[in-house]
C-alpha cells in the first residue's frame, strides 16, 4: 500500500470512528478547520494530560499557566510578528492556485533526493556485501549531478532568504522548472511576502476599535508574564513555564490534514536560565523531549533530530524532532535556544525591565530562554498514524481474517477498558455495570452488550481499546472475567477484583509517567 493511500486510509478512519470531523461539514466544510469527535476529544485530552503532567507534576521547578488569546499590539511589535512573519506566496495563472514559495523549493529538493536515494539502494542491491556507499556517493555521475543542483540551489535559496530578495526565489522556481502540480504549466506570478497573522477588531463602537490579533503562538503568553510568575511562584533559575493553548495561523497552503492547520494548539514550556549555561540545558532538553516521544513505544526509526543549519539570529542552537509521517519526516517539535532576545524585545518595547536577581552572583540581568514547542494536533496525527495498522489474523478453522487496529499507547486511549457481557440475559449486564461503577472514577471504560462477541472485539481494535473485559455465566459463580489483549488478542481467565492493579500497571497515565 502506497504512503498516500495509508494516509487517505487514516483520515477516513478517523472520521468513521469519530476521531476527527471536518470542520462545519454540513456546511461544505472550512478550509483546514477540524473538529475533534467524541474519542478524539479523549485522546487529545490523553495527549495533554501526558504533557502537561510531565513539565509541570514531574518537575517542582516547571509551573503552568493560561494566558488569553487575545494580547496587547504591542506585543507582536515586539516579537517580530508584525515585522516578520511572513511567508512567500506565489500563484500558478493558469490553475489559480496558491503556494508557498519556500515550500514549492523545498520539495524540488526532496524529490533531487530521493533520487539520489534510489541510485544508492540499486547499487547497494547490485554490490551487495562489497558497497561502500560513502565512495559511491562521491563517484557515481548520477548521484553528483543530482548532488550538484541540490547544492546549486540550496545556496541560491539561503542567500535570497538572507538578502529578501523575492524576485530571486522566483527565478529559483523558473530555473528549476517547476510546474504547477495541478495544471503542469510554469506560469508564475511574482512572490509576495504575506503576514500569516489574523487581525480582528477589539472594541464596540466602530471608530473606536483598535487592530489586534488572534495569537499565532502560546509563547509570548508566558513571556509577558516571566516577572508575574517568577515573583508571585517565588521562583528562582532555571525555571520553566508550560501553557498549551490555542494559537491561529493563516496559512496560505494548509493542507495534509491536522498537520497544517489554521486553528490548532500548542504546548510549549520556557525555560528561564542564567546566560552561559544554554549548551547545557539545549542538550538537556533535547534529550529530555525525545525521551518523551520515545516513551509512548513507538519504532524508534519515526523519530529522528534535524539541527538547522541556518539560525535566526539571536538563536545560539535550534533542532526540530521530526516525526515520519505517512507523507515523509516533517516538524513534529521544535527545540529552540533563544538567549534572551524576547524578554529584551518585551524590555524595550513596555519600557518595564524584566530581570532576575541572582543571589549567587550578585547581579541582575535578563535571563536567556530554552524553548520547547509542540503542536498538539501535530502530535496527535503522529500517535495515530503510528498505531495504524491493517492486520490479516489466523482463524481457528484454518482461514484468515483482517482486522483494523489502533495500537495507540494504553494510557492515551480514548476508551481504557470495554467491559462486555456475553448476552443481554441472566443479569450479566448488570455484573459489567457494576465492574464499570468501580472503575469509571479513574479509567474511561465502554460498556457493548449489542453483536457477537467478536465483532465488538473489532469495533474495539478499531478505536484502539487496549482491554476488554467479558462477563461471562461463569462470572456469577466465580467473579471470574476473560481478559482479551488488544495486540495480542490473547485471553487469560482473571478474578475481578485482579483488573484495577492490571489497569494500573498497564494503562494508567501513573504507568506511563514513570517510564520517563
Ligand atoms: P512549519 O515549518 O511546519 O510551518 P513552524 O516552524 O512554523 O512549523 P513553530 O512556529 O516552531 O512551527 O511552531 C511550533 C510547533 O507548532 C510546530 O513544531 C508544529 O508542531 C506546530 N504548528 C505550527 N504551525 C502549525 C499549523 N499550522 N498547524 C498545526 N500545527 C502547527
Known amino acids: ?69 487575545f494580547m496587547h499590539p504591542t506585543v507582536w511589535k515586539a516579537s517580530g510578528h508584525v515585522d516578520a512573519f511572513n511567508d512567500p506566496l506565489i500563484d500558478n495563472k493558469d490553475s489559480k492556485k ?4 519556500d515550500v514549492l ?42 548532488l550538484d543542483k541540490i547544492n546549486g540551489v540550496l545556496d541560491r535559496f539561503r542567500k535570497a532568504g538572507e538578502a529578501d530578495d523575492l524576485a530571486e526565489i522566483r527565478q529559483i522556481i523558473i530555473d528549476a522548472e517547476i510546474a504547477c502540480p495541478v495544471s503542469g504549466t510554469k506560469n508564475w506570478t511574482d512572490v509576495r511576502q504575506f503576514n500569516l497573522m489574523f487581525d480582528t477588531k477589539i472594541g464596540s463602537v466602530d471608530g473606536d476599535a483598535a487592530t489586534i490579533y488572534l495569537r499565532p503562538e502560546t509563547a509570548q503568553g508566558i513571556f509577558v508574564n516571566y516577572l508575574n510568575v517568577q515573583k508571585t511562584g517565588r521562583m528562582n533559575l532555571p525555571f520553566g513555564i508550560a501553557q498549551i493553548g490555542k494559537a491561529f495561523r493563516n496559512e496560505i497552503v494548509a493542507r495534509q490534514f491536522i498537520f497544517r492547520m489554521r486553528e490548532f494548539e500548542q504546548m510549549e514550556m520556557q525555560f528561564f536560565i542564567q546566560p552561559g549555561t544554554e549548551e547545557k540545558w539545549f542538550d538537556t532538553w533535547k534529550e529530555r523531549r525525545m525521551k518523551w516521544h520515545k516513551t509512548l513505544g513507538h519504532d524508534e526509526t519515526l523519530l529522528r533530530f534535524h539541527d538547522h543549519d541556518k539560525l535566526a539570529h539571536y538563536a545560539t542552537a535550534a533542532t526540530d524532532i521530526e516525526f515520519n509521517f505517512p507523507f ?10 533563544r538567549t534572551d532576545f524576547d524578554l529584551k524585545q518585551h524590555q524595550e518595547f513596555s519600557g518595564k525591565k524584566l530581570q532576575y536577581y541572582d543571589n549567587e552572583r550578585n547581579e541582575s540581568y535578563v535571563p536567556y530562554v530554552m524553548e520547547t514547542s509542540i503542536g498538539l ?28 487496529v489502533l495500537k495507540l499507547p494504553a494510557a492515551l486511549a480514548p476508551v481504557q477498558l470495554a ?7 441472566d443479569g450479566l ?20 452488550e449489542k453483536d457477537s462477541i467478536g ?7 478499531a478505536i484502539g481499546t487496549p482491554y476488554a473485559i467479558t462477563i461471562d455465566h461463569d462470572t456469577l459463580e466465580d467473579d471470574t472475567v476473560t481478559l482479551r489483549d488488544r495486540d495480542t488478542m490473547e485471553q487469560q481467565r482473571i478474578k475481578i477484583d485482579e483488573i484495577p492493579q492490571i489497569l494500573k500497571e498497564k494503562v494508567s497515565m501513573t504507568s506511563l509517567l514513570k517510564k520517563l
Open 1 to 69: 500500500m502506497s504512503q498516500e493511500d495509508t494516509f487517505k486510509k487514516i483520515i477516513s478512519h478517523a472520521k468513521e470512528y469519530g476521531f476527527i470531523f471536518p470542520g462545519s461539514e454540513i456546511y461544505d466544510g472550512l478550509s483546514a478547520v477540524y473538529d475533534y469527535g467524541q474519542l478524539g476529544a479523549e485522546l487529545k485530552n490523553n495527549i495533554k494530560t501526558y504533557w502537561w503532567n510531565s513539565m509541570v507534576m514531574l518537575n517542582e521547578n516547571i509551573v503552568g499557566i493560561d494566558s488569553a488569546i
Open 377 to 404: 494536533d501535530r502530535m496527535f496525527l503522529s500517535v495515530l498514524s503510528a498505531a495504524y495498522k491493517e492486520e490479516t489474523i489466523e482463524k481457528e478453522d484454518g482461514k484468515t481474517d483482517q482486522r483494523i
Open 328 to 337: 515523509g519526516f516533517k516538524e513534529l517539535e521544535g527545540i529552540h535556544s
Open 419 to 425: 467491559v462486555l457481557p456475553l448476552t443481554k440475559k
Open 105 to 146: 523549493i523545498e520539495e524540488y529538493i526532496q524529490k533531487l533526493e530521493g533520487k539520489v536515494d534510489k541510485e544508492v539502494s540499486k547499487a547497494k542491491k547490485k554490490f551487495g556485501d562489497d558497497f561502500d556507499e560513502t565512495k559511491f556517493r562521491e563517484t557515481n555521475p548520477r548521484v553528483l549531478k543530482n
Open 455 to 461: 465483532r465488538r472485539y473489532r469495533r474495539q481494535d
Open 429 to 448: 449486564p448488570d455484573k459489567a455495570r457494576a465492574i464499570i461503577n468501580d472503575l469509571k472514577f479513574e479509567y474511561k471504560c465502554h460498556y457493548e
Open 98 to 101: 496558491r503556494y508557498r514559495a
